[in-house]
């Protein structure tokens, strides 16, 4: 237990430390590039002293490591913004204040969110149900027409971009069969039938694409682990094909498809843009990219620090996942 022990906390070290590096590349990016910040904060409409109380207030003046450390203080204990005639507190984790709505930018995300990660973690389910099965089924069929059929639909998935996945599915569930309502976003509180109803399409179109990558990397890890010395002798004992796949070779085929989930849930939470437009769900992705049409900076700067926490702590929780599949991880 000690040495899992430090490895939680070199993670947990680890990803502090990246979380900071994100912020310190967003700020300087977004805050410490060329152009007149306290004009675009203030907005178009404000005279020159309501601009220079602006640049006061954001302390433009002060040195950049100076203004980078008012920045953190803001996540940390919350910040005072101008809006041109007037001084409005964020509170804590403070991400700013939106150009176009004066709203503070955690409650935008925070409206937001729970589309985001409706659509993700339902969809998740779907491509590793769908991805691990057929990459196993596929490995156990080596070399026999199953295993020729599903790598052809693999590469199908592969190659077929999600708007028209979900373009087709669209047209032929909901248009033609009208098995399916057009998708609208239902809260999961209120009708939690409806909600999986409306998100079942959305689900389906990001989960064949990335069930794909899963087919292809569970199927490379089986078949490797199928070679090694112990299976071969679990099958010179007589040990039935079956329980071989299912209780051997996944086990040891899995710890990939752990990291491979990781690195999608985090990158699908800020790139299930096309999924969002295309189904009309009003998730981070789409307000994203309303932000950056725009010119909204804080609420740019603020998606992009929280798609940057999720993808660090996907990451970060499939290290730990890693090290319980695999304990020699613990060790390296």
């Avoid at 935008?108 to 409706?118: D, E, F, M, N």
């Avoid at 490797?224 to 329980?243: M, N, P, Q, W």
Wanted: aromatic content about 8%; charged content about 15%; some cysteine.
């Amino acid at each position: 237990m000690s040495g899992f022990g430090g490895f939680l906390l070199r993670r947990a070290v680890g990803t502090v430390i990246t979380l900071l590096a994100i912020s310190v590349i967003v700020y300087v990016v977004f805050y410490a590039t060329p152009g007149n910040v306290a004009q675009i904060t203030c907005g178009p409409r404000c005279s020159p002293e309501q601009v220079h109380q602006v640049a006061q207030q954001l302390k433009l003046d002060d040195p950049l490591w100076v203004r980078y450390w008012h920045f953190l203080e803001g996540l940390i204990a919350g910040q005072d913004y101008s809006t041109g005639t007037s001084v409005e507190h964020c509170s804590a984790p403070c991400l700013g204040l939106s150009y176009q709505t004066d709203q503070q930018v955690l409650s935008i995300i925070l409206t937001k969110l729970p589309v985001s990660l409706s659509l993700v973690f339902g969809a998740m389910v779907l491509w590793l149900v769908l991805g691990v099965g057929t990459g196993v089924l596929s490995a156990w069929r080596r070399g026999r027409l199953t295993e020729r059929a599903l790598t052809a639909l693999t590469l199908a998935g592969w190659a077929t971009p999600v708007f028209v996945i979900g373009l087709v599915l669209m047209i032929v569930v909901c248009g033609e069969l009208q098995l399916l309502p057009f998708p609208q976003y239902v809260n999961l509180t209120d009708d939690p039938e409806q909600w999986a109803w409306n998100l079942l399409l959305p689900w389906l179109s990001l989960a064949l694409v990335e069930a794909a990558a899963f087919a292809r990397l569970t199927r490379a890890s089986m078949l490797e682990t199928l070679a090694e010395d112990h299976i071969r002798t679990f099958r010179a004992y007589g040990v039935s094909e079956r329980k071989i796949v299912g209780r051997h070779a996944l086990r040891g085929a899995f710890a990939p498809v752990i990291a491979l989930n990781a690195n999608n849930v985090g990158s699908a939470i800020g790139g299930a843009v096309l999924t969002e437009t295309l189904f009309g769900l009003p998730g981070i992705g789409q307000e994203l990219v309303h932000a950056v049409n725009v010119v909204d900076l804080p609420v740019v700067v603020g998606m992009v620090l929280v798609i940057g926490f999720f993808v660090v702590l996907a990451n970060a929780l499939a290290d730990v996942l890693y090290a319980v599949a695999d304990r020699r991880v613990v060790l390296a």
